[in-house]
Protein backbone atom coordinates (compact mmCIF):
# COMPACT_ATOMS: atom_id res chain seq x y z
CA UNK A 1 0.00 0.00 0.00
CA UNK A 2 1.34 3.28 -0.77
CA UNK A 3 2.15 6.75 1.22
CA UNK A 4 -0.11 9.49 0.55
CA UNK A 5 0.90 12.89 2.16
CA UNK A 6 -1.38 14.33 4.55
CA UNK A 7 -3.19 17.20 2.71
CA UNK A 8 -6.85 18.22 0.72
CA UNK A 9 -6.30 20.02 -1.57
CA UNK A 10 -8.55 21.10 -4.70
CA UNK A 11 -7.09 20.24 -8.42
CA UNK A 12 -7.03 23.96 -9.85
CA UNK A 13 -6.32 25.57 -6.91
CA UNK A 14 -4.50 23.35 -4.62
CA UNK A 15 -5.61 25.13 -2.13
CA UNK A 16 -6.68 23.72 1.79
CA UNK A 17 -10.50 22.35 2.24
CA UNK A 18 -12.62 21.31 4.56
CA UNK A 19 -13.10 17.22 3.96
CA UNK A 20 -17.01 17.78 3.50
CA UNK A 21 -19.54 20.54 2.38
CA UNK A 22 -22.31 17.96 3.18
CA UNK A 23 -23.61 16.90 6.48
CA UNK A 24 -24.71 13.68 4.40
CA UNK A 25 -23.00 12.14 1.79
CA UNK A 26 -24.14 10.21 -0.72
CA UNK A 27 -24.31 6.70 0.60
CA UNK A 28 -26.00 2.89 -0.28
CA UNK A 29 -28.80 2.33 1.51
CA UNK A 30 -28.63 -1.38 2.17
CA UNK A 31 -25.02 -2.99 2.75
CA UNK A 32 -24.05 -6.39 4.55
CA UNK A 33 -21.49 -4.76 6.53
CA UNK A 34 -18.46 -6.21 6.95
CA UNK A 35 -16.78 -7.46 10.19
CA UNK A 36 -14.10 -5.47 12.28
CA UNK A 37 -11.69 -8.04 12.65
CA UNK A 38 -11.64 -8.55 8.86
CA UNK A 39 -10.44 -5.01 7.85
CA UNK A 40 -7.87 -4.97 11.25
CA UNK A 41 -6.79 -7.99 9.02
CA UNK A 42 -7.06 -6.46 5.57
CA UNK A 43 -4.93 -3.09 7.37
CA UNK A 44 -2.56 -5.09 9.38
CA UNK A 45 -3.97 -2.89 12.41
CA UNK A 46 -2.76 -3.16 15.89
CA UNK A 47 -5.19 -2.27 18.86
CA UNK A 48 -4.83 0.79 20.86
CA UNK A 49 -7.43 2.03 22.14
CA UNK A 50 -7.19 3.40 25.59
CA UNK A 51 -9.62 1.73 27.78
CA UNK A 52 -11.04 0.55 24.50
CA UNK A 53 -12.00 -3.25 22.83
CA UNK A 54 -8.99 -4.54 20.93
CA UNK A 55 -10.59 -5.25 16.87
CA UNK A 56 -9.45 -9.05 17.70
CA UNK A 57 -12.39 -9.78 20.30
CA UNK A 58 -15.06 -6.92 19.95
CA UNK A 59 -14.00 -6.43 16.69
CA UNK A 60 -15.38 -10.28 15.80
CA UNK A 61 -19.05 -8.46 16.99
CA UNK A 62 -18.61 -5.15 15.15
CA UNK A 63 -20.47 -5.15 11.72
CA UNK A 64 -19.11 -1.99 9.85
CA UNK A 65 -21.55 -0.61 7.16
CA UNK A 66 -19.83 2.50 6.18
CA UNK A 67 -16.54 4.83 6.04
CA UNK A 68 -16.02 8.67 6.99
CA UNK A 69 -13.58 10.86 6.69
CA UNK A 70 -15.53 13.46 8.49
CA UNK A 71 -17.17 13.47 12.24
CA UNK A 72 -19.99 15.78 10.95
CA UNK A 73 -21.07 13.31 8.16
CA UNK A 74 -20.87 9.77 10.41
CA UNK A 75 -23.95 7.64 9.89
CA UNK A 76 -24.15 4.88 12.93
CA UNK A 77 -22.45 1.38 11.58
CA UNK A 78 -19.36 3.82 10.25
CA UNK A 79 -15.40 3.43 11.08
CA UNK A 80 -14.20 6.59 11.44
CA UNK A 81 -10.81 7.42 9.22
CA UNK A 82 -9.08 9.87 11.95
CA UNK A 83 -5.74 10.82 10.09
CA UNK A 84 -3.55 14.00 10.25
CA UNK A 85 -4.46 16.78 8.62
CA UNK A 86 -3.28 20.13 7.04
CA UNK A 87 -4.16 21.60 10.74
CA UNK A 88 -5.36 19.56 13.17
CA UNK A 89 -4.87 15.62 13.54
CA UNK A 90 -8.84 13.91 12.89
CA UNK A 91 -8.49 11.89 16.25
CA UNK A 92 -9.68 15.23 18.31
CA UNK A 93 -12.97 14.76 16.55
CA UNK A 94 -12.98 10.77 17.44
CA UNK A 95 -15.47 11.45 20.44
CA UNK A 96 -17.79 13.63 18.21
CA UNK A 97 -17.45 10.87 15.67
CA UNK A 98 -18.40 8.18 17.96
CA UNK A 99 -21.50 10.01 19.64
CA UNK A 100 -22.83 9.99 15.90
CA UNK A 101 -22.78 6.64 15.34
CA UNK A 102 -19.34 5.68 14.88
CA UNK A 103 -18.40 2.30 15.79
CA UNK A 104 -15.03 1.95 15.57
CA UNK A 105 -11.79 4.14 14.43
CA UNK A 106 -8.99 3.89 12.54
CA UNK A 107 -5.81 6.13 13.19
CA UNK A 108 -1.62 6.51 13.32
CA UNK A 109 0.55 6.44 16.12
CA UNK A 110 -0.25 9.93 16.99
CA UNK A 111 -3.83 9.40 16.96
CA UNK A 112 -4.46 7.01 19.04
CA UNK A 113 -2.60 9.18 21.75
CA UNK A 114 -5.00 11.85 21.03
CA UNK A 115 -8.07 9.72 21.57
CA UNK A 116 -10.30 10.76 24.80
CA UNK A 117 -9.33 8.60 27.50
CA UNK A 118 -12.07 5.70 28.29
CA UNK A 119 -12.53 5.13 24.37
CA UNK A 120 -15.70 2.85 24.00
CA UNK A 121 -15.08 1.90 20.64
CA UNK A 122 -12.67 -0.72 19.05
CA UNK A 123 -9.15 0.94 17.38
CA UNK A 124 -7.28 0.34 14.94
CA UNK A 125 -3.84 1.66 14.90
CA UNK A 126 -2.19 1.63 11.07
CA UNK A 127 1.83 3.15 10.37
CA UNK A 128 -0.67 5.65 7.46
CA UNK A 129 -3.79 5.77 7.56
CA UNK A 130 -4.19 7.58 4.37
CA UNK A 131 -2.80 3.81 2.86
CA UNK A 132 -5.41 1.90 3.98
CA UNK A 133 -8.54 3.98 3.74
CA UNK A 134 -9.30 3.28 0.08
CA UNK A 135 -9.09 -0.60 0.21
CA UNK A 136 -11.06 -0.38 4.10
CA UNK A 137 -14.00 1.68 2.17
CA UNK A 138 -13.75 -0.99 -1.06
CA UNK A 139 -13.88 -3.42 1.38
CA UNK A 140 -17.42 -1.82 2.85
CA UNK A 141 -18.63 -0.49 -0.03
CA UNK A 142 -17.87 -3.30 -2.59
CA UNK A 143 -20.21 -1.20 -5.44
CA UNK A 144 -17.41 -0.97 -8.06
CA UNK A 145 -17.25 -4.76 -8.71
CA UNK A 146 -20.84 -3.97 -10.68
CA UNK A 147 -19.51 -1.06 -13.09
CA UNK A 148 -17.63 -1.13 -16.48
CA UNK A 149 -15.32 2.07 -15.00
CA UNK A 150 -13.14 4.45 -16.97
CA UNK A 151 -10.81 6.77 -15.62
CA UNK A 152 -9.52 9.45 -17.89
CA UNK A 153 -5.99 11.93 -16.76
CA UNK A 154 -3.99 14.46 -18.13
CA UNK A 155 -3.72 18.09 -17.91
CA UNK A 156 -6.39 18.77 -20.09
CA UNK A 157 -9.40 17.56 -21.54
CA UNK A 158 -10.60 15.67 -18.90
CA UNK A 159 -13.94 16.84 -18.04
CA UNK A 160 -14.72 16.74 -21.64
CA UNK A 161 -13.14 13.47 -21.88
CA UNK A 162 -15.51 11.96 -19.45
CA UNK A 163 -18.98 13.70 -20.31
CA UNK A 164 -18.09 12.24 -23.98
CA UNK A 165 -18.04 8.69 -22.36
CA UNK A 166 -20.69 9.41 -20.94
CA UNK A 167 -22.91 10.20 -23.44
CA UNK A 168 -21.46 7.35 -25.97
CA UNK A 169 -22.05 4.47 -23.18
CA UNK A 170 -25.95 6.29 -22.92
CA UNK A 171 -26.02 5.73 -26.49
CA UNK A 172 -24.76 2.46 -26.69
CA UNK A 173 -27.70 1.80 -24.00
CA UNK A 174 -25.79 2.06 -20.51
CA UNK A 175 -27.02 3.52 -17.53
CA UNK A 176 -24.30 5.79 -16.52
CA UNK A 177 -23.06 7.83 -13.74
CA UNK A 178 -20.06 10.24 -13.91
CA UNK A 179 -17.71 11.48 -11.10
CA UNK A 180 -15.66 14.80 -12.05
CA UNK A 181 -14.95 18.60 -11.98
CA UNK A 182 -18.25 19.83 -12.63
CA UNK A 183 -20.82 17.38 -11.05
CA UNK A 184 -21.70 13.85 -9.99
CA UNK A 185 -24.09 12.00 -12.00
CA UNK A 186 -25.76 9.19 -10.82
CA UNK A 187 -28.16 8.26 -13.33
CA UNK A 188 -30.36 11.90 -13.65
CA UNK A 189 -29.70 12.81 -10.41
CA UNK A 190 -26.22 15.45 -10.20
CA UNK A 191 -24.50 16.32 -7.25
CA UNK A 192 -22.42 19.60 -7.34
CA UNK A 193 -18.47 18.74 -7.07
CA UNK A 194 -16.05 20.06 -4.96
CA UNK A 195 -13.29 18.08 -6.02
CA UNK A 196 -12.21 16.62 -9.22
CA UNK A 197 -11.64 13.48 -7.80
CA UNK A 198 -13.83 13.08 -4.56
CA UNK A 199 -12.05 11.22 -1.21
CA UNK A 200 -11.56 7.87 -1.01
CA UNK A 201 -14.27 6.74 1.05
CA UNK A 202 -16.50 9.40 -0.95
CA UNK A 203 -15.71 7.51 -4.24
CA UNK A 204 -16.56 3.94 -3.10
CA UNK A 205 -19.85 5.41 -1.72
CA UNK A 206 -20.83 6.44 -4.84
CA UNK A 207 -19.99 3.63 -6.98
CA UNK A 208 -21.83 1.40 -4.30
CA UNK A 209 -24.74 4.10 -4.61
CA UNK A 210 -24.24 3.43 -8.42
CA UNK A 211 -24.33 -0.08 -8.63
CA UNK A 212 -27.30 -0.06 -6.00
CA UNK A 213 -29.74 2.28 -8.42
CA UNK A 214 -28.66 -0.30 -11.49
CA UNK A 215 -26.31 1.68 -13.03
CA UNK A 216 -23.50 -0.11 -15.07
CA UNK A 217 -20.92 2.04 -16.07
CA UNK A 218 -19.13 4.90 -15.02
CA UNK A 219 -16.35 7.59 -16.24
CA UNK A 220 -13.96 9.76 -13.76
CA UNK A 221 -11.84 12.57 -13.85
CA UNK A 222 -8.38 11.30 -12.32
CA UNK A 223 -6.53 14.48 -11.22
CA UNK A 224 -2.45 13.98 -10.22
CA UNK A 225 -3.87 15.73 -6.72
CA UNK A 226 -5.90 12.00 -6.36
CA UNK A 227 -3.34 10.06 -7.29
CA UNK A 228 -1.27 11.85 -4.62
CA UNK A 229 -3.85 11.76 -2.17
CA UNK A 230 -4.63 8.33 -2.52
CA UNK A 231 -8.71 9.05 -3.86
CA UNK A 232 -8.80 6.21 -6.13
CA UNK A 233 -7.39 4.00 -4.13
CA UNK A 234 -9.23 0.37 -3.78
CA UNK A 235 -9.97 1.39 -7.31
CA UNK A 236 -9.59 -0.99 -10.29
CA UNK A 237 -10.83 0.72 -13.64
CA UNK A 238 -11.17 -1.33 -16.79
CA UNK A 239 -9.83 1.59 -19.04
CA UNK A 240 -7.91 4.26 -18.11
CA UNK A 241 -7.18 6.97 -21.01
CA UNK A 242 -4.63 9.19 -21.21
CA UNK A 243 -4.73 12.76 -22.86
CA UNK A 244 -1.78 15.43 -22.71
CA UNK A 245 0.70 16.50 -20.63
CA UNK A 246 1.74 20.16 -20.25
CA UNK A 247 2.68 22.62 -17.14
CA UNK A 248 0.25 23.07 -14.32
CA UNK A 249 0.19 22.28 -10.64
CA UNK A 250 4.22 22.36 -10.41
CA UNK A 251 3.45 23.67 -6.43
CA UNK A 252 2.71 20.47 -5.86
CA UNK A 253 4.99 18.24 -7.97
CA UNK A 254 8.07 20.27 -8.09
CA UNK A 255 8.57 19.54 -12.00
CA UNK A 256 7.23 17.94 -15.14
CA UNK A 257 9.09 14.48 -14.05
CA UNK A 258 7.44 14.64 -11.00
CA UNK A 259 4.32 15.18 -12.38
CA UNK A 260 4.43 12.69 -15.10
CA UNK A 261 5.34 10.11 -12.14
CA UNK A 262 2.53 11.01 -10.46
CA UNK A 263 0.09 10.42 -13.35
CA UNK A 264 1.53 7.35 -14.58
CA UNK A 265 0.16 5.51 -11.21
CA UNK A 266 -3.04 4.89 -12.90
CA UNK A 267 -1.47 2.90 -15.41
CA UNK A 268 -0.37 -0.04 -12.84
CA UNK A 269 -2.11 -3.19 -12.08
CA UNK A 270 -3.18 -1.40 -9.05
CA UNK A 271 -5.33 0.68 -10.72
CA UNK A 272 -6.31 -0.42 -14.39
CA UNK A 273 -6.69 -3.12 -16.36
CA UNK A 274 -5.92 -1.52 -19.70
CA UNK A 275 -5.33 1.39 -21.19
CA UNK A 276 -5.85 3.88 -24.30
CA UNK A 277 -3.04 6.48 -24.34
CA UNK A 278 -2.33 9.40 -26.55
CA UNK A 279 0.38 9.84 -28.12
CA UNK A 280 0.60 13.02 -29.58
CA UNK A 281 2.87 14.84 -26.90
CA UNK A 282 6.84 13.08 -25.49
CA UNK A 283 4.95 12.36 -22.41
CA UNK A 284 2.48 10.25 -24.28
CA UNK A 285 4.89 8.33 -26.10
CA UNK A 286 7.04 8.05 -22.23
CA UNK A 287 3.80 6.94 -20.20
CA UNK A 288 3.10 4.17 -23.52
CA UNK A 289 7.24 2.92 -23.45
CA UNK A 290 6.64 2.41 -19.49
CA UNK A 291 2.38 1.24 -18.89
CA UNK A 292 2.54 -1.81 -16.81
CA UNK A 293 -1.01 -2.99 -18.10
CA UNK A 294 -2.12 -4.04 -21.66
CA UNK A 295 -2.06 -0.77 -23.22
CA UNK A 296 -3.65 0.39 -27.09
CA UNK A 297 -2.04 4.29 -28.56
CA UNK A 298 -3.52 6.69 -30.39
CA UNK A 299 -2.43 9.34 -32.34
CA UNK A 300 -5.04 12.33 -32.90
CA UNK A 301 -3.69 14.84 -35.28
CA UNK A 302 -3.32 13.57 -38.61
CA UNK A 303 0.34 15.36 -39.43
CA UNK A 304 1.58 13.24 -37.14
CA UNK A 305 3.18 16.11 -34.73
CA UNK A 306 1.39 18.02 -31.47
CA UNK A 307 -1.01 20.18 -32.94
CA UNK A 308 -0.34 22.59 -30.04
CA UNK A 309 2.99 23.24 -30.35
CA UNK A 310 4.79 24.84 -33.25
CA UNK A 311 8.04 22.55 -34.31
CA UNK A 312 7.13 19.79 -32.19
CA UNK A 313 8.90 16.67 -33.58
CA UNK A 314 6.63 14.14 -35.52
CA UNK A 315 4.85 11.70 -33.46
CA UNK A 316 4.70 7.60 -33.98
CA UNK A 317 1.48 6.56 -35.59
CA UNK A 318 -0.62 5.07 -32.54
CA UNK A 319 -2.41 1.77 -32.66
CA UNK A 320 -5.46 3.89 -33.74
CA UNK A 321 -5.05 7.23 -35.19
CA UNK A 322 -7.35 9.79 -36.29
CA UNK A 323 -7.56 10.90 -40.15
CA UNK A 324 -9.22 12.89 -42.60
CA UNK A 325 -10.19 15.89 -40.09
CA UNK A 326 -12.50 18.44 -41.47
CA UNK A 327 -14.08 21.69 -39.63
CA UNK A 328 -18.09 21.25 -39.63
CA UNK A 329 -19.12 24.43 -38.84
CA UNK A 330 -18.07 25.04 -35.32
CA UNK A 331 -17.04 21.37 -34.69
CA UNK A 332 -15.41 18.70 -36.78
CA UNK A 333 -15.61 15.65 -38.53
CA UNK A 334 -13.19 12.55 -38.99
CA UNK A 335 -12.54 9.27 -39.38
CA UNK A 336 -11.05 7.29 -36.74
CA UNK A 337 -8.90 4.33 -38.13
CA UNK A 338 -7.76 1.44 -35.94
CA UNK A 339 -6.12 -2.52 -36.22
CA UNK A 340 -7.03 -4.90 -38.09
CA UNK A 341 -8.61 -2.18 -40.77
CA UNK A 342 -11.18 -0.69 -38.11
CA UNK A 343 -12.64 2.16 -39.36
CA UNK A 344 -15.62 4.68 -37.66
CA UNK A 345 -16.74 7.61 -38.80
CA UNK A 346 -16.69 10.15 -36.09
CA UNK A 347 -18.28 13.75 -35.70
CA UNK A 348 -18.24 16.83 -33.10
CA UNK A 349 -19.96 19.53 -32.73
CA UNK A 350 -17.54 21.02 -30.27
CA UNK A 351 -14.84 23.40 -31.46
CA UNK A 352 -10.92 22.85 -31.59
CA UNK A 353 -8.41 19.97 -32.79
CA UNK A 354 -8.04 19.01 -29.04
CA UNK A 355 -12.38 17.70 -29.08
CA UNK A 356 -11.47 15.37 -31.94
CA UNK A 357 -8.49 14.37 -29.43
CA UNK A 358 -11.39 13.97 -27.12
CA UNK A 359 -13.92 12.60 -28.99
CA UNK A 360 -11.11 10.07 -30.45
CA UNK A 361 -10.36 8.77 -27.16
CA UNK A 362 -13.17 7.93 -25.84
CA UNK A 363 -14.08 6.21 -28.41
CA UNK A 364 -11.34 3.86 -28.62
CA UNK A 365 -11.67 3.85 -24.78
CA UNK A 366 -15.25 1.97 -25.04
CA UNK A 367 -14.26 0.55 -27.92
CA UNK A 368 -11.44 -1.58 -26.18
CA UNK A 369 -13.51 -2.67 -23.23
CA UNK A 370 -16.48 -3.96 -25.76
CA UNK A 371 -13.53 -6.13 -27.80
CA UNK A 372 -13.05 -7.74 -23.95
CA UNK A 373 -16.40 -9.52 -24.11
CA UNK A 374 -17.96 -8.80 -28.05
CA UNK A 375 -17.17 -9.93 -31.51
CA UNK A 376 -14.68 -6.95 -32.79
CA UNK A 377 -16.47 -6.84 -36.30
CA UNK A 378 -19.95 -6.74 -33.71
CA UNK A 379 -18.74 -4.12 -31.74
CA UNK A 380 -17.75 -1.38 -34.94
CA UNK A 381 -20.94 -1.76 -35.83
CA UNK A 382 -22.44 -0.96 -32.63
CA UNK A 383 -20.34 1.72 -32.13
CA UNK A 384 -20.66 2.82 -35.64
CA UNK A 385 -24.19 3.13 -35.77
CA UNK A 386 -24.42 4.89 -32.27
CA UNK A 387 -22.10 7.88 -33.74
CA UNK A 388 -24.69 8.16 -36.49
CA UNK A 389 -27.90 7.48 -34.22
CA UNK A 390 -27.02 9.65 -31.37
CA UNK A 391 -24.15 12.36 -31.79
CA UNK A 392 -22.80 11.71 -28.63
CA UNK A 393 -20.14 13.71 -29.05
CA UNK A 394 -22.44 16.86 -29.64
CA UNK A 395 -22.77 16.94 -25.83
CA UNK A 396 -22.46 20.85 -23.84
CA UNK A 397 -20.13 20.21 -21.53
CA UNK A 398 -20.62 23.00 -19.24
CA UNK A 399 -17.96 26.03 -18.62
CA UNK A 400 -15.87 24.05 -21.58
CA UNK A 401 -16.09 25.77 -24.84
CA UNK A 402 -19.32 26.89 -23.71
CA UNK A 403 -21.03 28.99 -26.48
CA UNK A 404 -22.65 32.15 -24.87
CA UNK A 405 -23.21 34.90 -27.93
CA UNK A 406 -22.81 34.11 -31.62
CA UNK A 407 -22.56 37.99 -33.12
CA UNK A 408 -19.63 38.37 -32.28
CA UNK A 409 -19.21 34.76 -31.27
CA UNK A 410 -18.84 34.72 -26.93
CA UNK A 411 -17.08 31.52 -25.40
CA UNK A 412 -16.71 30.69 -21.48
CA UNK A 413 -13.78 28.16 -21.10
CA UNK A 414 -12.10 27.02 -18.46
CA UNK A 415 -8.40 27.07 -19.86
CA UNK A 416 -6.38 27.72 -16.77
CA UNK A 417 -3.23 27.02 -17.85
CA UNK A 418 -0.36 27.90 -20.73
CA UNK A 419 -1.18 24.82 -22.85
CA UNK A 420 -4.68 24.80 -22.85
CA UNK A 421 -4.75 28.33 -23.17
CA UNK A 422 -3.14 28.13 -26.75
CA UNK A 423 -5.60 25.61 -27.70
CA UNK A 424 -8.47 27.15 -26.70
CA UNK A 425 -7.58 30.31 -28.53
CA UNK A 426 -6.95 28.49 -31.86
CA UNK A 427 -9.75 26.75 -31.53
CA UNK A 428 -11.67 30.07 -31.47
CA UNK A 429 -10.11 32.18 -34.07
CA UNK A 430 -12.32 34.00 -35.90
CA UNK A 431 -12.82 32.90 -39.26
CA UNK A 432 -14.13 36.07 -41.06
CA UNK A 433 -11.28 38.67 -42.70
CA UNK A 434 -11.26 41.30 -40.22
CA UNK A 435 -12.27 39.77 -36.90
CA UNK A 436 -10.28 39.57 -33.63
CA UNK A 437 -9.74 37.78 -30.82
CA UNK A 438 -10.62 39.67 -27.33
CA UNK A 439 -9.25 37.58 -24.72
CA UNK A 440 -10.41 38.26 -21.41
CA UNK A 441 -8.24 35.92 -18.56
CA UNK A 442 -6.03 35.88 -15.33
CA UNK A 443 -4.09 33.56 -13.15
CA UNK A 444 -5.08 31.86 -9.90
CA UNK A 445 -3.55 33.08 -6.62
CA UNK A 446 -0.74 31.20 -4.48
CA UNK A 447 -0.56 28.58 -6.80
CA UNK A 448 2.97 27.66 -10.09
CA UNK A 449 3.70 31.33 -10.14
CA UNK A 450 5.94 30.40 -13.05
CA UNK A 451 3.23 30.26 -15.37
CA UNK A 452 2.00 33.66 -15.06
CA UNK A 453 4.14 35.65 -17.48
CA UNK A 454 4.27 32.15 -19.85
CA UNK A 455 0.20 32.75 -20.00
CA UNK A 456 0.18 36.48 -20.57
CA UNK A 457 2.99 35.82 -23.26
CA UNK A 458 0.79 32.91 -24.35
CA UNK A 459 -1.94 35.11 -24.74
CA UNK A 460 -0.58 37.96 -27.12
CA UNK A 461 0.93 35.54 -29.14
CA UNK A 462 -2.80 34.41 -30.02
CA UNK A 463 -5.10 37.24 -29.38
CA UNK A 464 -5.80 40.64 -30.91
CA UNK A 465 -6.84 42.07 -27.62
CA UNK A 466 -5.88 40.87 -24.27
CA UNK A 467 -7.55 41.92 -21.08
CA UNK A 468 -5.58 40.94 -18.03
CA UNK A 469 -8.21 40.47 -14.48
CA UNK A 470 -8.36 38.35 -11.69
CA UNK A 471 -8.97 34.70 -11.52
CA UNK A 472 -9.42 33.34 -7.83
CA UNK A 473 -6.68 35.53 -5.78
CA UNK A 474 -7.35 33.71 -2.72
CA UNK A 475 -5.40 35.51 -0.18
CA UNK A 476 -2.60 36.48 -2.62
CA UNK A 477 -2.74 40.79 -3.42
CA UNK A 478 -4.43 40.27 -6.83
CA UNK A 479 -2.54 43.21 -8.12
CA UNK A 480 0.99 41.41 -8.08
CA UNK A 481 -0.61 38.25 -9.65
CA UNK A 482 -1.77 40.79 -12.29
CA UNK A 483 1.58 42.10 -12.64
CA UNK A 484 3.32 39.49 -13.28
CA UNK A 485 1.21 38.19 -16.30
CA UNK A 486 1.21 41.80 -17.35
CA UNK A 487 5.12 41.46 -17.47
CA UNK A 488 5.26 38.32 -19.68
CA UNK A 489 2.33 39.80 -21.78
CA UNK A 490 3.80 43.47 -22.33
CA UNK A 491 7.75 41.97 -22.78
CA UNK A 492 6.01 39.00 -25.44
CA UNK A 493 4.26 41.95 -26.70
CA UNK A 494 7.16 44.57 -27.43
CA UNK A 495 9.80 41.96 -27.54
CA UNK A 496 8.30 40.49 -30.79
CA UNK A 497 6.54 43.59 -32.33
CA UNK A 498 3.24 42.22 -32.24
CA UNK A 499 1.37 45.30 -31.71
CA UNK A 500 -1.42 43.99 -29.41
CA UNK A 501 -3.87 45.96 -27.27
CA UNK A 502 -3.35 44.86 -24.12
CA UNK A 503 -4.99 46.11 -20.81
CA UNK A 504 -5.44 45.59 -17.29
CA UNK A 505 -8.31 45.55 -15.78
CA UNK A 506 -8.91 44.21 -12.07
CA UNK A 507 -12.61 43.12 -11.45
CA UNK A 508 -13.63 40.26 -13.88
CA UNK A 509 -16.87 41.46 -14.37
CA UNK A 510 -15.80 44.62 -15.33
CA UNK A 511 -13.16 43.64 -17.77
CA UNK A 512 -15.95 41.36 -19.18
CA UNK A 513 -17.96 44.03 -19.58
CA UNK A 514 -14.69 45.62 -21.75
CA UNK A 515 -14.11 42.83 -23.57
CA UNK A 516 -18.14 43.61 -24.86
CA UNK A 517 -17.75 47.40 -25.54
CA UNK A 518 -14.52 46.55 -27.57
CA UNK A 519 -16.55 43.96 -29.50
CA UNK A 520 -17.62 43.80 -33.23
CA UNK A 521 -20.32 41.66 -34.40
CA UNK A 522 -17.14 39.86 -36.45
CA UNK A 523 -15.24 39.50 -33.47
CA UNK A 524 -15.04 36.27 -30.77
CA UNK A 525 -14.88 36.97 -27.11
CA UNK A 526 -13.11 34.54 -25.51
CA UNK A 527 -13.16 34.37 -21.62
CA UNK A 528 -10.59 31.77 -20.31
CA UNK A 529 -10.08 30.33 -16.68
CA UNK A 530 -13.11 30.09 -14.52
CA UNK A 531 -15.19 27.56 -16.71
CA UNK A 532 -18.32 26.10 -15.05
CA UNK A 533 -16.98 27.62 -11.74
CA UNK A 534 -19.91 30.12 -10.13
CA UNK A 535 -18.09 31.47 -6.92
CA UNK A 536 -14.56 33.66 -6.93
CA UNK A 537 -12.28 32.81 -3.59
CA UNK A 538 -11.36 36.65 -2.30
CA UNK A 539 -9.74 36.41 0.79
CA UNK A 540 -11.34 33.23 2.14
CA UNK A 541 -15.00 34.92 1.20
CA UNK A 542 -16.45 32.78 -2.05
CA UNK A 543 -18.01 35.92 -4.01
CA UNK A 544 -20.51 34.90 -6.81
CA UNK A 545 -19.37 35.26 -10.29
CA UNK A 546 -20.11 33.35 -13.03
CA UNK A 547 -17.97 34.06 -16.56
CA UNK A 548 -21.05 32.84 -18.24
CA UNK A 549 -23.58 34.99 -16.56
CA UNK A 550 -21.76 37.84 -16.72
CA UNK A 551 -21.07 37.20 -20.17
CA UNK A 552 -24.49 37.09 -21.69
CA UNK A 553 -25.46 40.10 -19.64
CA UNK A 554 -22.68 41.96 -21.29
CA UNK A 555 -23.60 41.17 -24.88
CA UNK A 556 -27.57 41.46 -23.93
CA UNK A 557 -26.77 44.56 -22.56
CA UNK A 558 -25.38 45.86 -25.92
CA UNK A 559 -28.00 44.20 -28.50
CA UNK A 560 -25.80 41.42 -29.18
CA UNK A 561 -27.07 37.88 -30.52
CA UNK A 562 -27.04 35.52 -27.82
CA UNK A 563 -26.95 31.55 -28.01
CA UNK A 564 -30.15 29.15 -26.39
CA UNK A 565 -28.00 27.51 -23.84
CA UNK A 566 -29.71 24.42 -21.79
CA UNK A 567 -26.52 24.45 -19.04
CA UNK A 568 -25.54 28.31 -17.98
CA UNK A 569 -25.72 27.29 -14.46
CA UNK A 570 -24.18 23.92 -13.39
Not at 104 to 132: E, I, K, N
Request: hydrophobic share 45%.
Amino acid sequence: MSSHPQHHLTEKDSTFVPLSNSPAPLRPHKLPGVALARLADLAQAAAGAPGGASPGTAGAEVHVTGVSLDSRAIVPGDLYVARPGARTHGAVFAAAAVAAGAVAVVTDDAGSRLLPTGCTVPVLVVPDVSAVTGSLAAAVYGGAAALDLFAVTGTNGKTTTTYFLTSLLQALGKDTGLIGTIEILVGSEAIPSRLTTPESTEVHALLAVMAERGLNAASMEVSSHALTFGRVDGVHFDVAGFTNLTQDHLDLHGDMAGYFATKAQLFTPEHARRAVICVDDEWGRRLAGSCSVPAVTLSTHPAGGDAGAAGADPAPQGHWRVAQVQRQRLGSSFTLLGPGGAQLKVKTGLPGAFNVSNAALALVMVAEQLFTAQDRAVVLARLQAALDQHDPFTVEVPGRMQLVGSAPVAVVDFAHNPDALARAMEAVRPATAGGRLILVFGATGERDATKRPIMGAVAVAGAEVVIVTDDDPHDEDPATIRAQVMAGAVAANTGRGLNRVVEECALRPDAIVRAVELATAQDVILVAGRGHEVHQEVKGINISLDDRLELRTALASRGFQLTKTSAIES
